[in-house]
DNA sequence: TCGTCACATCGACGAATATCAATATTGACT
DNA sequence: AGTCAATATTGATATTCGTCGATGTGACGA
């Protein structure tokens, strides 16, 4: 339950036929990131590496149950590393999760005729 | 107006500080891609090279409008050109649109262990 | 010019979701 | 046990968005 298995999850958009299963799945995937506050969030994890959830409220600007549902979405993704420490939530980005929806945009570099 | 400039649009999530500006463009060009039927759309222009407007509602399964609807969705963003011709459509994807949303997601390939 | 075909737009409806106040839960410390 | 601090959950609300039927628009051919 805590960190989801890294599969490549669905085929490339744009070299084989999608699914309508594939496209459900990746759509969801997508939908996590199609948020700005989470983008935020991503990014302010990424830069600390690790990071506090008390640190995060501040500099969003949201409450705080905005922030954890966020924070919730991004950990159920499997986007984010949740760990708990006493009465503190730290988390940290899960970069092969980013790279599987980078993948799915087509892996290989743009092909120029 | 046909094609929207391909600038790189925002700096990568997971090395550069995100502004709440920058956020909102990229949330807005993921929501795009964050749909089934139009991934499913993408696959089908991009597997086809260029296609017409009329071959893409049978396959998708979805009314006439829903699909127009979808595809303006899809032009409006930059990530497929439409081609007005005589009383057809045609739709082809660019492809450095998408690499601006997969650069967005941490430009950095990711270590392998 | 009239009819038809391809596509776009409009209006409406239902589902999903971002947000917050209030409350619950959990852990630490005395 | 009791209290406080950090986080999660609940309930409610407003907005966004995907969808379709009906209608509008523009192009082609008889």
Known sequence: ???????????????EPLTEA??????AAFKVVADPVRLRLLSLIAQAGEICS?????????SQPTISHHMSVLADSGLVHRE???KWAWYSVVPERL????DALGGVPVARS
């Open 84 to 86: 708990k420490r006493g």
């Open 54 to 62: 008390c640190d995060l409220v501040a500099p969003i600007g949201k």
């Open 22 to 27: 594939d496209a459900e799945e990746l759509a």
């Open 99 to 102: 790279s599987v929806l980078r």
């Open 1 to 15: 339950m805590d960190v989801h298995e890294i599969t490549p999850c669905c085929s490339p958009v744009l070299t």
